[in-house]
T-cell receptor, first 114, second 112 residues
């Protein structure tokens, strides 16, 4: 167990809908990262937050957004969902914003868009 | 941006043999290279990492080597066991790049 929690474990929804994925980092970690893992795209970095502020952006679509709250938990919002958004979404946390810090992954949320 | 290539995509070895997975990167500024193991349906777990000021690092049966000149790094697993069967991902990052660039993964099967 990495100490990173994610909810829900599974999510099934329809095209056009909006969902929110939640992540709680390890105790003491200030950075949260979101990743998407799909069969055809592999593991892709979406976005990083550090102590409540957006720190880095990867291949995140405009339909997706995220935020990190004062208690350091983070939410990833996915809207206008398409079939291609079906994937495993992982969050990870690390102590600092430094990309050389070890990242600990949560168990993931499996999103299925029908 | 950085481009990380990983080979092979699949690897089968007999239990007790060694396994080697190789990754190449393109950005000479990359300075941190972690390896993750992901079992089916589970989260990626860091198994070993190396920084650009080190050429080799070992942890029991696993080791990572880095050749900065050639821009490649490799994961070595010795005395493989069935529980080593998983997908292994390499990654590269820089402090200025603010991203992890993952390889496409290697599915390792250890045959008992």
């Amino acid at each position: 167990d990495s100490g990173v929690t994610q909810t829900p474990k599974h999510l099934i929804t329809a095209t056009g809908q909006r969902v929110t994925l939640r992540c709680s980092p390890r105790s003491g970690d200030l950075s949260v990262y979101w990743y998407q893992q799909s069969l055809d795209q592999g593991l892709q970095f979406l976005i990083q937050y550090y102590n409540g502020e957006e720190r880095a952006k990867g291949n995140i679509l405009e339909r997706f957004s995220a935020q990190q709250f004062p208690d350091l938990h983070s939410e990833l919002n996915l809207s206008s969902l398409e079939l291609g958004d079906s994937a495993l979404y992982f969050c990870a946390s690390s102590l600092r914003a430094f990309w050389g810090d070890t990242q600990y992954f949560g168990p993931g949320t499996r999103l299925t868009v029908l | 941006g950085e481009n990380v290539e990983q080979h092979p995509s699949t690897l089968s070895v007999q239990e007790g043999d060694s396994a080697v997975i190789k990754c190449t990167y393109s950005d000479s500024a990359s300075n941190y290279f972690p390896w993750y193991k992901q079992e089916l349906g589970k989260r990626p777990q860091l198994i070993i990492d190396i920084r650009s000021n080190v050429g080799e690092k070992k942890d029991q049966r696993i080791a990572v080597t880095l050749n900065k000149t050639a821009k490649h790094f490799s994961l070595h697993i010795t005395e493989t066991q069935p529980e080593d069967s998983a997908v292994y991902f390499c990654a590269a990052s820089t402090n200025t790049g603010n991203q992890f660039y993952f390889g496409t993964g290697t599915s390792l099967t250890v045959i008992p």
